[in-house]
Nanobody, 124 residues
Framework: QVQLVESGGGLVQPGGSLRLSCVAS????????MGWYRQTPGKQRELVAA???????DYAESVKGRFTVSRDNAKKTVYLQMNSLKPEDTAVYYC??????????????????WGQGTQVTVSS
């Protein structure tokens, strides 16, 4: 059973910072790309930032220069450092990961997993 568990959300004032963490656990062969998405009521979930196992990153235009995604492969953990937060960053943030599991045939297959979400509220 694979799980992604997020932590670090909360309430912060505009201009403040938060750091989100997401840990993958279970019978994992390999963790591939990990990322963060966010969603507000009535809107589609959108990509915020992603990082490959080799460290290549991708960011939404709206967070470039303010957010930094990083990972610790040994700990199967991805982080999202969020600085200069704005009210429009308010959303539920979800961790996502592509994870390879061993199959009964002896190979591996990749599956996509989501965390349960953590609320980030930016308000004075």
């Amino acid at each position: 059973q694979v799980q992604l568990v997020e932590s670090g959300g909360g309430l912060v004032q505009p201009g403040g910072s938060l750091r989100l963490s997401c840990v993958a656990s279970g019978s994992i062969f390999r963790v591939n790309t990990m990322g963060w998405y966010r969603q507000t009521p009535g809107k589609q979930r959108e990509l915020v930032a992603a990082i490959t196992s080799g460290g290549s990153t991708d960011y939404a235009e709206s967070v470039k220069g303010r957010f930094t995604v990083s990972r610790d492969n040994a700990k199967k953990t991805v982080y999202l450092q969020m600085n200069s937060l704005k009210p429009e960053d308010t959303a539920v943030y979800y961790c996502n990961a592509g994870i390879n599991l061993e199959t009964s045939r002896g190979g591996t297959a990749e599956y996509k997993y989501w965390g349960q979400g953590t609320q980030v509220t930016v308000s004075s």
